[in-house]
């Protein structure tokens, strides 16, 4: 081709927590709780009925079921046979991403649907990991399983994938109407012109000390609507968002640059570099410094 075509930079994050396979006999329960990540659950055997804000919902073998962050549900198996099942709770930074994951209480994906994908295909390569990884080491002997690198990045991957042809089918298949009105009453088309409006404040003012009660005050919000009506649409709170943005602007320029930390720090609107640098460990557990290619250390 003749015209030079460059992607946008990406340094976003997927945090993956609580991925596995699992097995549970008739009669199983899990009690009632919610999570600050999103859940993804697929049914490999059986069915298991899933009981969310006070509606009940059957996910049978094949089904998917998407769970917003947030959202309080229990899971019961009543049928006289086993329960197999996939289960991944993740987060990504991205806020097109979780604005689109976080539009309605749980996605229901039927396995007709479900069909049309690679889905099923994406968890038979994670089977296959689990596996690999069983088979190297016995079960008794490990209580956490060792991946190995090539392993740790077939698992970012692979859910990834999971969550690219969810959301593709997704936009594929109408919400029930009962979540379209629970949408609209949340998230209606002012809230989310006015949650646009708050991260792109926020945004602009990352490299200063942007406040939630500042943005809120421009916009003449009081500071807990601002902070409702972001969370409604986004998943998130604005203090989350503006960490995180930070967080994907830190690693950027410690990838990227070869600037000195007093500089980055001052860049990200932090007081001094060691108040920089203990933040940075707080959201990574290691040091920019630890963090930062060696080919650009500053001598």
Not at 114 to 136: C, D, N, P, Q
Not at 189 to 210: M, N, Q, T, Y
Not at 268 to 297: E, I, M, N, V
Request: charged share 20%; glycine share 4%.
């Amino acid at each position: 081709m003749d015209a030079a075509f460059r992607f946008p930079n990406m340094i976003n994050t997927l945090q993956v927590v609580g991925c596995h396979f699992g097995l549970q006999p008739p009669e199983w329960h899990y009690p009632r709780h919610h999570h600050h990540l999103f859940e993804l659950l697929y049914c490999l055997e059986g069915e298991v009925i899933q009981e969310m804000n006070r509606e009940s919902i059957t996910v049978r073998k094949g089904d998917w079921l998407l769970i917003k962050s947030g959202v309080r549900h229990q899971s019961v198996n009543r049928s006289s046979s086993q329960y197999g099942y996939f289960n991944v709770h993740f987060d990504l930074d991205d806020p097109d991403i979780r604005s689109l994951l976080a539009a309605t209480p749980y996605r229901h994906i039927p396995h007709q649907e479900a069909e049309r994908s690679k889905l099923r295909f994406y968890v038979s390569e994670l089977e296959g990991i689990m596996h690999r990884t069983l088979s190297e080491k016995a079960i008794e002997q490990e209580q956490q399983p060792i991946l190995r690198f090539e392993d740790k990045l077939l698992l970012q991957s692979y859910t990834l994938l999971i969550i690219h042809d969810v959301l593709n089918l997704l936009r594929e298949i109408p919400a029930p109407m009962k979540q379209l009105s629970a949408a609209t009453k949340d998230s209606s088309l002012f809230a989310a012109d006015v949650a646009h409006a708050i991260e792109e404040k926020l945004s602009h003012g990352l490299c200063e000390e942007a406040s939630v009660a500042g943005v809120a005050k421009d916009l003449n919000l009081s500071r807990s609507q601002c902070s409702k009506l972001f969370s409604k649409v986004y998943g998130l709170s604005p203090r989350q968002y503006v960490s995180r943005q930070k967080l994907n602007l830190a690693k950027e320029l410690l990838v990227t640059t070869n600037l000195p930390m007093t500089d980055i720090a001052e860049q990200l609107g932090f007081h001094s570099a060691s108040h920089f640098s203990r933040q940075f460990r707080r959201w990574t557990g290691q040091s920019p410094t630890a963090f930062k290619p060696k080919h650009h250390s500053v001598q």
